[in-house]
T-cell receptor
Framework: DGGITQSPKYLFRKEGQNVTLSCEQN?????MYWYRQDPGQGLRLIYYSQIVNDFQKGDIAEGYSVSREKKESFPLTVTSAQKNPTAFYLCASTWGADTEAFFGQGTRLTVV | GESVGLHLPTLSVQEGDNSIINCAYSNSASDYFIWYKQESGKGPQFIIDIRSNMDKRQGQRVTVLLNKTVKHLSLQIAATQPGDSAVYFC????????FGSGTRLQVQP
């Protein structure tokens, strides 16, 4: 079955450590996105990529980094520069600019 | 800048009633709109979409209405069921999907 997979579902890290969240899709979608969601809040865009080897900052990119070396993969690194990294992270992909997005099931990151 | 807002953060309805969730947007150039449903602890799921050349689109138990004059979008859910309880987002489908804060729909038995 085609879909988008995020791993792990839960992640715990110590403060000051970098951590990388995985996002893989087998939908042959060109565009991929990373969002952050805090409790009771909406989704805020961190980074997005329209094509391999290219990506753009979203609204809250500070303290995060991404890469897009392969079409099917868009990993997100939460760096030690991110002041409040504890959140629910969602990855999505779309066929084009104006098509429905498919979301992964999210990674809940807790930094202690 | 771009913005998408929801009129009400929480909407409570009785099971079997119809629900109407409203959404306002600011960018008059927007030409594609999507409604998503997010259940607790899960990623959003696509419900229905509409393009700016339409003012109404119907799905199974759901209808989306688009009023470009006042930049307003609504999602109507017929015969609301407990399984409809979730947060609903209206999204402008552009190069970077723009989400609002969502409306939490609570279905009372």
């Amino acid at each position: 079955d085609g879909g988008i997979t995020q791993s792990p579902k839960y992640l715990f890290r110590k403060e000051g450590q970098n951590v990388t969240l995985s996002c893989e899709q087998n939908l042959n979608h060109d565009a991929m996105y990373w969002y952050r969601q805090d409790p009771g809040q909406g989704l805020r865009l961190i980074y997005y990529s329209q094509i391999v080897n290219d990506f753009q900052k979203g609204d809250i990119a500070e303290g995060y980094s991404v890469s897009r070396e392969k079409k099917e993969s868009f990993p997100l690194t939460v760096t030690s520069a991110q002041k409040n990294p504890t959140a629910f992270y969602l990855c999505a992909s779309t066929w084009g600019a104006d098509t429905e997005a498919f979301f992964g099931q999210g990674t809940r990151l807790t930094v202690v | 800048g771009e913005s998408v807002g929801l009129h009400l953060p929480t909407l409570s309805v009785q099971e079997g009633d119809n629900s109407i969730i409203n959404c306002a947007y600011s960018n008059s150039a927007s030409d594609y709109f999507i409604w998503y449903k997010q259940e607790s602890g899960k990623g959003p799921q696509f419900i229905i979409d509409i393009r700016s050349n339409m003012d109404k689109r119907q799905g199974q138990r759901v209808t989306v209405l688009l009023n470009k004059t006042v930049k307003h979008l609504s999602l109507q859910i017929a015969a609301t069921q407990p399984g409809d309880s979730a947060v609903y987002f209206c999204v402008l489908g552009r190069r970077a999907l723009t989400f609002g804060s969502g409306t939490r729909l609570q279905v009372q038995p």
